[in-house]
């Protein structure tokens, strides 16, 4: 498995990815009008994309199997609070490969990204019955923060959750 930025002609699997995750883990509906804006995320190339691929043999393609975005300011969601923080979004893996450890890598290699791009805290945002990435998200030492928790729309509560990164 490889770990790379996105290419812009993968956003399209990138989008077909987030959905399917998001729809097997039943954090929504296949017709839920959220699946629009999965597909659209950095698709405009402002923000980091990774994805995690599988060389295909002969090197004529990579098959996309994973992805995670990085969005800070200007473009920074709604829990992200300075010019320091950066949030995480749209972490995703294709439902036949997870628990494999894509999504782990997925994250360890972003937050070395961000690292290396200066920022000093992560954040991102989790829905209650995401039980699996609360735990992984733990484990690479993400913190609760019930006090940043907020409705995107009625009934809709996301979950908060942040690392500090080293100032090394």
């Not at 975005?69 to 923080?85: A, H, T, Y």
């Not at 991102?124 to 733990?138: F, I, N």
């Not at 006090?147 to 990164?165: C, F, H, N």
Request: hydrophobic letters at 40%; a negative charge.
């Amino acid at each position: 498995m490889l770990i790379r930025e996105a290419a812009p002609e993968e956003m399209t699997v990138v989008g077909d990815i987030r959905v399917a995750a998001y729809v097997a883990g039943r954090s929504m509906s296949a017709d839920s009008s959220y699946a629009s804006t999965l597909r659209e995320l950095g698709a405009d190339g402002k923000d980091l994309v990774l994805v995690a691929v599988i060389p295909e043999s002969g090197g004529l393609s990579d098959r996309v199997i994973g992805t995670i975005m990085l969005q800070r300011g200007p473009n920074g969601g709604q829990v992200v609070d300075g010019p320091d923080e950066a949030e995480i979004r749209a972490l995703a893996v294709m439902p036949d490969a997870q628990g494999s450890g894509v999504g782990a890598e997925l994250l360890d290699r972003l937050i070395e990204r961000a690292n290396e791009m200066g920022i000093r805290q992560l954040v991102l945002c989790t829905m209650p019955e995401m039980h699996a990435a609360h735990r992984l998200y733990e484990r690479a030492g993400f913190r609760r923060r019930p006090e940043r928790d907020w409705s995107p729309v009625a009934g809709v509560t996301l979950l908060v959750y942040d690392l500090r990164l080293d100032d090394s």
